[in-house]
């Protein structure tokens, strides 16, 4: 069964930093597309990043881009996302989502972890 | 960046009914539009993808269609746990990332 966990969430100063972990199960991360979701309260939804299980490659929105860092741990089968310099924009759930797989017609989100709530204050 | 929009922002229903909510994008998907329900409180559920393929899982009372810039997400014989929120999605345009719709919340009547 595919499961997507996420932790470490929490509530942190303004300026500060926090690292997010998305653990898997049922798959690899060495072989899986995951994407990071966020959500701010009241508010849709928001791609912020992305990695490559097949070449490593990483991508994110510019809300995050230079803040915010993707990351994989294959011994624990599981993505990061190590988030600097937070803004109280930044206060959102944070989902981590598993693509249906790599080629354009299965971008998709398929499977979704239960989020993480950040609070920047 | 392609934007989607979804229309109406909040659509009110009632059990048993008929609806179709819309979903528009600023250029051509393709076909490349996914559906998600977001129920209050709990993460987003993929319910159809490919424009118009459900997903595993998602009831025979959800269909879609469309393609290019606008599509249609219908829900046939309305049920309690059909009222949420629901957001369309482009993955056509790759990289730089995903875009969504601003959402269409089904609310009861």
Do not use: H
């Not at chain 1, 926090?18 to 898997?24: D, G, I, P, T, Y």
């Amino acid at each position: 069964e595919v499961q997507l966990v996420e932790s470490g969430g929490g509530l942190v100063q303004p300026g500060g930093s926090l690292k997010l972990s998305c653990a898997v199960s049922g798959f690899s991360v060495t072989t899986s597309e995951i994407t990071w979701i966020r959500q701010a309260p009241g508010k849709g939804l928001e791609w912020i990043s992305y990695i490559s299980a097949i070449d490593g490659s990483k991508y994110y929105a510019d809300s995050v881009k230079g803040r915010f860092t993707v990351s994989r741990d294959n011994g624990n089968n599981s993505i990061l996302l190590q988030m600097n310099s937070l803004r109280a924009d930044d206060t959102a759930v944070y989902y981590c989502a598993k693509r249906g797989g790599a080629s354009v017609t299965r971008r998709f989100l398929e499977f979704w972890g239960q989020g993480t709530l950040v609070t920047v204050s | 960046e392609i934007v989607m929009t979804q229309s109406p922002a909040t659509l009110s229903a009632s059990p048993g009914e008929r609806v179709t909510l819309s979903c528009r994008a600023s250029e051509s998907v393709r076909s490349y539009l996914a559906w998600y329900q977001q129920i209050a409180g709990q993460a987003p559920r993929l319910l159809i993808y490919g424009a118009y393929t459900r997903a595993s899982g998602t009831p025979a009372r959800f269909s879609a269609s469309g393609s290019g810039t606008e599509f249609t997400l219908t829900i046939s014989g309305l049920q309690s746990e059909d009222f949420a929120v629901y957001y369309c999605q482009q993955y056509s345009s790759w990289p730089p990332g995903y875009t969504f719709g601003q959402g269409t919340k089904l609310e009861i009547k």
